[in-house]
């Protein structure tokens, strides 16, 4: 099957990021650069007429074993708690007590947090359901 997307793009070429099956169904979900998604169905060869707007920072966009939904994996950068004075008290006496001859390793990865200016990168998911393409998305 040749699939004819100029028509539904002012015959100009779209820049599709990604596309996907959506599982147990006869169609196909394009995700575009900006993050504009549209489902087009091959067996009427037409786009519905719903769009969803996934994060333009999408890194990953995938179909539920069901096909239920559509699953768009973002990630985001986001700011770590900021140490308070008690956690400071307690970081320096971990320390002291390591000071005084005990073995343990410690591991450091606190601390990378409060270097790494409290910035922490988290993979978060959109979920999109098919039913509903175009409404309301739940994140989590």
Partial sequence: MNIQLLQWYNNSVPHIKYFLF???????????KGGRARIYNLINQQFRPAVCNF??????????????????????????DKPTINDRESDSER???NEEGSDEETDSTDNNVIEDNNVKEICRAYVYFCTNFGGSVSKG
Avoid at 26 to 32: N, R
Avoid at 67 to 73: D, N, R
Wanted: aromatic fraction near 4%; charged fraction near 30%.
């Fill in 22 to 32: 959506v599982k147990n169904t006869e169609e196909l979900c394009f995700v575009e």
């Fill in 55 to 80: 994060p333009s920072n999408t890194a990953n966009v995938l179909s539920s074993l069901d096909g239920s939904c559509i699953v768009a994996f973002v990630k985001e950068k986001i700011e770590a």
């Fill in 95 to 97: 320390e002291s007590d």
